[in-house]
């Protein structure tokens, strides 16, 4: 096997290993601020401010209760092809026995990256380095807080009832992002700048901070109420509708054709994928695994299929969390591999070892940092025009 490794800087993580070198030292005051709903000492803030600045200086952060846990119906069940299995069952375990629900964290520090892409991917390292605490919760983006949508919010000295939002959706195809417009009975008494953070503040807790900067193009405050009116906690199913539309099954969409000499050509591709969806993978990992039984147009037949599909399976399960396939073409005897890894989490060993049992040929493979995803962007750019067709 052809290896080819790049080592990753050590002044990449000094920023985070800072934090959590001084995170003892803050915590009992943040948790006090939280009990007493008040804002925590100056210089303990002023530290955690200064601290997460140097992660990124685009990450903002705040406090709070931990959020709830999921009720643990069928519905919180993630099914996906990409699931770990081993945390399919701790789930399926824990409806079986509601007490494990209910237990966790108190509180939680949350980073706020907006839009920023770098600091999303720094806030994500952040939160998978830190250290284990029966009390906090470790967040790297704001989540989706339905609850908090039917709660009253004091806004410029304005207090408002949320539950009386009611918005308005409408999806640009084209575009691949969803305008929305939020109407308030009292927006009339409030000024411009108030009407759109309550807008904005409406939108991200329905949403969440990654969807809402993966898939709203614009927020926008209503005079009146819409002719179509939707409570604000449909807002995530109309997304996953747009997405289903642009993609294909299971998020994965692909064409097949000829390649002259080689034959057949088959291609898979994660669409539509951002940034986002996987903001701690950034080692790009392009694995080239030969097949010997062919059919007669140089495809895998049906004992290397079986071959190729078991080993992408262990894969995905061997990775869990710490990377996903990206993309995958096959054609004239080769399929390649376009994986992406969180350099951070070592299992990059345990993926090259998993690759060394493969008893058709040599597996080559070659690795390098691309924390912009350069590489898979190069890929994909030829194929958007038909994926998009």
């Known amino acids: 096997m052809a290896l080819f490794r790049r080592r990753r800087s050590a002044d990449s993580t000094s920023a985070v290993t800072a934090f959590w070198d001084a995170w003892p030292t803050a915590r009992d005051a943040l948790a006090n601020a939280v009990e007493t709903d008040q804002p925590a000492p100056s ?32 519905d919180d069940l993630d099914l996906s092809m990409d699931a770990d299995p081993s945390k399919l069952l701790e789930q399926l375990a824990a409806m079986d026995d509601p007490s494990k629900l209910t237990e966790g964290p108190v509180y939680a520090m949350t980073l706020r990256p907006g839009t920023s892409e770098e600091a999303r991917v720094q806030a994500e390292r952040w939160a998978r380095s830190a250290p284990e605490d029966d009390q906090w919760t470790f967040l790297p983006v704001r989540r989706a807080d339905h609850e908090k949508l039917s709660s009253t919010v004091t806004w410029d000295d304005h207090e408002l009832d949320l ?29 411009e700048e108030t009407r759109q953070g309550v807008a904005e503040h409406v939108t991200l807790l329905a949403l969440g901070e990654d969807d809402m900067v993966r898939w709203i193009g614009k927020v926008a405050p209503l005079d009146e109420a819409p002719l179509d009116p939707l409570p604000p906690t449909s807002m995530p199913a109309v997304v996953r509708q747009m997405v289903d539309l642009l993609g294909g099954p299971g998020g994965w969409a692909g064409f097949e054709g000829r390649v002259p000499i080689q034959g057949g050509l088959e291609f898979r591709i994660r669409h539509p994928l951002t940034r986002r969806d996987y903001p701690a993978l950034s080692l790009y990992v392009h694995v080239v695994v030969p097949y010997t ?66 008893s058709e040929g040599e597996v080559k493979l070659r690795t390098h940092l691309d924390p ?17 067709g």
């Open 43 to 74: 210089e303990v803030s002023e530290e955690v401010s200064e601290l997460v600045r140097k992660i990124h200086p685009d990450l903002d952060w705040e406090v709070g209760r931990a959020p709830s846990r999921p009720s643990g119906g069928l």
């Open 372 to 388: 912009q995803w350069s590489q898979f962007n190069a890929i994909r750019r030829p194929y958007l025009r038909k994926l998009d």
């Open 163 to 191: 539950s009386h939002v009611s918005v308005s959706m409408r999806v640009n195809q084209a575009a691949a992002r969803i305008e929305v417009g939020v109407y308030h009975p009292d927006n009339m008494f409030l000024s």
């Open 293 to 358: 039984h062919l059919d007669e147009d140089r495809l895998p037949a049906e004992e290397s299929l079986t071959a190729l599909t078991e080993l992408e399976e262990r894969l995905t399960v061997l990775l869990g969390d710490n990377g996903a396939l990206f993309a995958r073409q096959t054609t004239g005897g080769r399929r390649q591999y376009h994986y992406y890894l969180d350099p951070d989490s070592g299992v990059l060993p345990e993926f090259e070892a998993a690759l060394m049992d493969w």
